[in-house]
């Protein structure tokens, strides 16, 4: 499946489905300022990283996706330890006592 980008408004990621809504198919050449933009795997993540897509960037008149990688905030390690002890929750699994805490701040 591709992914296009108007470069002139910045709508982006937009699909084949949206392009065609505007009157294009498939195959033709693209409509005036959009582009094709070339899928990138995200970065590999170690512990406690994250990240977020940023605009296309065009680099020898490729457009590719681009990826920043940070490390989790204090509130998304709580919220992936809450799941993970939902998870055991409902699996009956015993709790240690640091996640039996979490769940009472």
């Known amino acids: 499946m591709a992914i296009y980008m108007n470069t002139s408004t910045g709508e982006y990621p937009r699909h084949d489905g949206d392009l065609e809504l505007l009157g294009w198919s498939v195959g033709e050449p693209l409509p005036t300022n959009w582009v094709e933009v070339e899928y990138v795997d995200p970065p590999k993540l170690g512990d406690n990283e994250t990240y977020t897509q940023l605009d296309p ?10 990826w920043q990688k940070r490390a989790l905030t204090a509130d998304e ?6 799941r993970y002890i939902k998870i055991k929750v409902a699996d009956n699994q015993a709790l240690t006592e640091a996640e039996a805490a979490l769940l009472v701040l």
């Open 77 to 82: 390690k709580r919220e992936i330890d809450l």
């Open 57 to 66: 960037i065009e680099i020898d008149g490729v457009w590719k996706m681009q």
